[in-house]
């Protein structure tokens, strides 16, 4: 004969371990209750901390992009110009920006779908800012005389970035 496993209630040390799970996995929500957010603050605030991470990587790769082709130039690697440099890596922090933001910060929105003319409207909005950014690197180059590698990143990613 087989035996028979008789189903017993959890024991309280275990229950208590169970119900410090099942708060742990909604700790968000305690949190937002404990601050006295709504749904609504909780997600703005998430967007809002989602959209600083996606600018934040954009302007590394910005960066990265710049002083790689920089130094590719100065190395005589490659044959391109300062200006050129920034206009290339503001676009690639721009198309990164534009995807992580659609797939990642805001994918939850509806009403808003992905299409031409809504890259078109971030591309717009963002070659002000590139004109932004190119203008003191231009000004350092060409007006102050200023043409190293340090000078461009003063005027394109410190200067630039602030204005843009």
Request: glycine share 10%.
């Amino acid at each position: 004969m087989g035996s028979l496993i008789a189903c017993s209630p959890t024991p309280k040390p275990y229950r208590e371990k169970l119900d410090i799970y099942a708060w742990s996995i909604s700790s968000l929500e305690f949190q937002r209750k404990l601050i006295g957010m709504s749904k609504d603050q909780s997600k703005i605030r998430s967007e809002f901390l989602k959209y600083l991470s996606v600018g934040a990587v954009a302007y590394v790769l910005d960066v990265l992009v710049f002083n790689g082709l920089s130094l590719l130039r100065i190395s005589g690697a490659l044959e391109i110009g300062p200006y050129a440099a920034k206009i290339a890596s503001v676009s690639v922090g721009m198309i990164f920006s534009y995807f992580a933001n659609g797939s990642w910060t805001f994918r939850h929105r509806s009403g808003n779908p992905q299409g031409v003319g809504r890259f078109l409207k971030f591309v717009v909005v963002n070659l002000i800012g590139l004109a932004l950014a190119v203008l003191p690197l231009y000004v350092s180059r060409e007006l102050l005389g200023l043409d190293s590698l340090l000078a461009d990143n003063v005027s394109a990613n410190i200067v630039g970035a602030g204005l843009g």
